[in-house]
């Protein structure tokens, strides 16, 4: 089975995900990073240290290194923000039928058997299979149903109870969002992640095994920018063409960071997220920075702490980090998320 791991300018998350791979995963697989931007110098530690994990850099690979420099450095501020989509399409036609997809700032918990969650997900003729939901039963919506367990897998189905109001005002039937949006009536309703909810028992951004074929089929060729209510809507349309299923683990396999982003920025607060992960980078090359600090808990601030005032730098201070983290961390507070 491959390992499929998108990867942007986070190093010292990269080397937590994959250590934590080596930890806890059994069985044949290929790890596959797919990288849009880490500068070489990160990466060929990566290589040097991890000496089995494929590493494909995406076309706009050099444009997005030199920028990143250029920004770091003070000059013109980085504006390579364009998605690789059609980068990760290839990539992923290029995978096995069943793989696990994860990002570089994601860590492995738990045991994970693939032979055994292939198994399952053949015998279930399961689409997708999410190992993490961050604490939102809301995200798992609709019935559930225990599957028969393959060894230490144990799986519940997820069997979507889309609302009308989620089909009506989000899916768009009986045209009713046209006519709201026509009638400028629709910024008046409730947020549109609202709708959306119910329909993420069927989606994943990552922390997930897919068949290849279904996230294909969420990720068509062409796209120019990221547009999750368009894979929610693509996830839909395969459940109800083909009678697709869905599952999740028992129990969350997977943590994600909260504490620094690649490119996330809050109106009055001054936090350069590319200088945070310079130096943040910067140090994790020193050996000042130990990627497996707190593990499986996220990296302490008390102990990012000291790198950060040691650079003493304006664009990156540590009481604008605290106040952006929880800016951060807000965002999915507000949606029932459990976060740390």
């Given at each position: 089975m491959d390992i499929v791991i998108k990867s942007f300018n986070r190093p010292y998350y990269l080397d937590r995900c994959l250590r934590s791979i080596y930890r806890y995963v059994t069985g044949d697989f290929t790890l596959r990073v797919l990288d849009d931007g880490t500068p070489p110098?990160?990466?060929?530690?990566?290589?040097?240290?991890?000496?089995a994990v494929q590493i494909f850099c995406s076309p706009r690979y050099p444009n997005k290194v030199a920028a990143l420099r250029r920004?770091?450095?003070?000059?013109?501020?980085?504006?390579?923000?364009?998605?690789?989509?059609?980068f990760w399409v290839e990539q992923i036609r290029a995978c096995s039928d069943i793989f696990l997809l994860i990002e570089d700032d994601i860590w492995i918990t738990g045991p994970l058997d693939l032979a055994a969650f292939a198994q399952?997900?053949?015998?279930q003729r399961l689409a997708m299979v999410k190992l993490s939901w961050l604490g939102n039963e809301r995200l798992n919506g609709g019935r559930r149903v225990i599957l028969p367990s393959a060894g230490a897998v144990e799986l519940e189905e997820m069997v979507p109870s889309i609302p009308l109001s989620t089909q009506t005002v989000f899916l768009?039937?009986?045209?009713?969002?046209?006519?709201?949006?026509?009638?400028?009536?629709?910024?008046?309703?409730?947020t549109d992640m609202e709708y959306q909810l119910p329909l993420y028992a069927l989606y994943a951004v990552a922390s997930a095994f897919f068949k290849k074929e279904y996230w294909l089929h969420l990720w068509p060729?062409?796209?120019?920018?990221?547009?999750?209510?368009?894979?929610?809507?693509?996830?839909?349309?395969?459940?109800?063409?083909?009678?697709?299923?869905?599952?999740?683990?028992?129990?969350?396999?997977?943590?994600?960071?909260?504490?620094?982003?690649?490119?996330?920025?809050?109106?009055?607060?001054r936090l350069d997220p590319f200088v945070l992960?310079?130096?943040?980078?910067?140090?994790?090359?020193?050996?000042?920075?130990?990627?497996?600090?707190d593990f499986p808990q996220d990296f302490a601030p008390e102990y990012l702490r000291p790198l950060l005032e040691a650079a003493a730098n304006e664009r990156a201070t540590y009481p604008e980090w605290l106040r952006w983290t929880e800016e951060f961390k807000g965002q999915y507070r507000r949606l029932g998320c459990v976060v740390e």
């Open positions: 110098e990160y990466l060929d530690r990566i290589r040097a240290q991890y000496p920004h770091v450095d003070g000059g013109a501020s980085f504006d390579q923000k364009v998605i690789p989509f059609d399952q997900m053949q015998a768009n039937r009986f045209r009713v969002r046209s006519v709201l949006y026509h009638a400028r009536l629709l910024r008046f309703c409730k060729m062409g796209q120019v920018q990221v547009d999750e209510a368009e894979q929610l809507r693509r996830a839909h349309s395969w459940w109800r063409r083909t009678g697709g299923r869905f599952a999740k683990t028992r129990q969350e396999l997977t943590r994600t960071s909260f504490i620094t982003s690649a490119t996330n920025v809050f109106a009055g607060v992960n310079y130096l943040l980078n910067e140090a994790w090359l020193r050996g000042d920075l130990d990627a497996m600090h």
